[in-house]
């Protein structure tokens, strides 16, 4: 109500069924704002899904194909790790930050 709803678009929550209700009766109250259930946590809850669950049968086919996403998941940690355990890194981004 600070901002006022004229300048909100959307709202964007997580998947938990009170905040979907949340969402339903803003936007109910509010035909302005739209309400978006938040893709990174739908994204999150869906891999937590396939890959947590390897060792059952019903997983175990989209496990083996989405064994990828680990894989790179790894790498994405070894390249982080290794940037942030530079001891240039802060020079580089002083240097190189606008």
């Known amino acids: ?5 004229n300048n909100v678009v959307q709202i964007i929550i997580d ?3 009170v905040c979907k ?11 302005s704002i739209y309400w978006t259930l938040c893709v990174v946590h739908t994204l999150n809850l869906a891999l937590k899904n396939i890959c947590a669950a390897k060792n059952t049968e019903k997983n175990s086919v989209a496990y083996d194909q989405c064994f990828w996403i680990s894989q790179i998941a790894d790498d994405a940690t070894f390249i982080k790790n290794f940037i942030v355990g530079h001891s240039m890194r802060i020079s580089m981004f002083n240097r190189f930050n606008c």
Do not use: D, K
Not at 1 to 5: A, C, I, R, S
Not at 21 to 31: D, K, R, V
């Open 21 to 31: 209700a949340t969402g339903m009766l803003t936007e109910l109250e509010f035909p």
């Open 15 to 17: 998947n938990a069924v």
């Open 1 to 5: 109500m600070e901002v006022g709803p």
